[in-house]
């Protein structure tokens, strides 16, 4: 199987230059599906820190550079939306966050924002023993005695990896697209519309700043404030 991915052909979440060069580096099997950026993509493309993978691989092995908390990743390691980059050395942390396009980014929070990560809740089943199986958006699977709900969002410590906090997906709740249009705007949900049968659902999103939009329910995804300001008071 071919370690090569063509550039043209990338997801468009991808933050690589299309017409630079032919291919890039193809991520492996892991978080978040095909969207997975390969970290040393991040390294080198985005962040500048390496020119190489070999230097990357180089960087990765002092274990300074943490993956929602874990310090044994590999070059290829896929990352994607919400996943938390840490550089220990530098004091450096940034939350992987969909800008404008549906382009993932990487945006600057404080230490404390760092120890833990969002995920938001596609798949529930009641397991044996009463407990409540979730699988969320980058195929994480944990299980809670708690009932959420399909799309609530779950805040997951990076170091016991528990559930520490819990966003309900209803009208009022502070939202962003990830996907879509309006990729990257965050606003409250005015209304949750149900279409009958196989059609998609939609939301209404107001702005304080801004006309507001509409985009479908899959699209957004529960947040908190800190996700305007970085964690930082």
């Given at each position: 199987m071919s370690n090569h991915q063509k550039r043209l052909s990338a997801p468009?979440?991808?933050?690589?230059?299309?017409?630079?060069?032919?291919?890039?580096?193809?991520?492996?099997?892991?978080?978040?599906?095909?969207?997975?950026?390969?970290?040393?993509?991040?390294l080198?493309?985005?962040?500048?820190?390496?020119?190489?993978?070999?230097?990357?691989?180089?960087?990765?092995?002092?274990?300074?550079?943490?993956?929602?908390?874990?310090?044994?990743?590999?070059?290829?390691?896929?990352?994607?939306?919400?996943?938390i980059l840490a550089f220990t050395e530098r004091a450096?942390?940034?939350r992987v966050f969909p800008s404008e396009g549906g382009r993932l980014s990487l945006t600057p929070i404080d230490e404390d924002s760092a120890a833990s990560r969002l995920g938001k809740v596609v798949g529930k089943q009641q397991v044996s023993g009463g407990q409540f199986q979730y699988t969320l958006h980058d195929g994480t699977t944990l299980h809670a005695d708690n009932d959420y709900g399909g799309s609530d969002s779950l805040v997951i410590d990076n170091e016991t990896k528990e559930i520490v906090a819990h966003f309900q997906y209803e009208e009022g709740a502070l939202v962003t697209a990830v996907d879509g249009a309006h990729a990257g705007e965050i606003g409250e949900i005015e209304t949750i519309r149900v279409t009958p049968g196989s059609g998609d659902n939609a939301v209404v999103v107001a702005q304080e700043e801004g006309d507001g939009f509409e985009t479908i329910a899959d699209y957004v995804v529960v947040i908190d404030e800190n996700f305007t300001d970085g964690g930082e008071e």
């Open positions: 468009d979440s991808w933050p690589v230059e299309r017409k630079e060069e032919t291919f890039t580096v193809k991520a492996d099997a892991g978080p978040h599906g095909e969207t997975g950026v390969p970290l040393v993509i991040v080198r493309d985005v962040l500048g820190y390496v020119d190489s993978r070999k230097e990357a691989r180089y960087a990765l092995e002092g274990g300074s550079v943490l993956v929602n908390g874990d310090g044994n990743v590999a070059t290829d390691r896929p990352v994607g939306m919400f996943d450096e942390y940034y």
